[in-house]
């Protein structure tokens, strides 16, 4: 699963770092360090983690999360370009 954090909205509250310690890390007082490319196995922390952000910096990318899913195609269609 593909991982973003707005590292100009995260405040350093650390509770994603305190719910998912394998993927959040804090560094110093305010750094935030995190694995963009976190494993499946971690995908009930980080989802645990993405809702207890105080300022919501965290973001899934919920299309690679429906590429994972069970039961779907890999996500090969809909990747057609409009343009």
Same mark, same amino acid.
């Given at each position: 699963m593909r991982?973003?954090?707005?590292?100009?909205?995260?405040?350093?509250? /650390?509770? #994603?770092?305190?719910l998912a310690p394998d993927v959040f890390a804090?560094?110093?007082?305010?750094?935030l360090l995190y694995d963009?490319?976190?494993?499946d196995a971690h995908r009930e922390r980080v989802a645990q983690a993405v /809702?207890? #952000?105080p300022v919501q910096?965290?973001?899934?990318?919920e299309l690679d999360m429906a590429a994972t899913a069970p039961g779907t195609a890999?996500?090969?269609?809909?990747e057609a370009s409009d343009g």
């Open positions: 991982l973003v954090v707005d590292l100009n909205r995260c405040q350093g509250y /650390a509770q #994603c770092a305190f804090m560094h110093g007082d305010e750094g963009p490319q976190a494993e /809702a207890a #952000c910096a965290i973001l899934v990318d890999g996500g090969s269609a809909g």
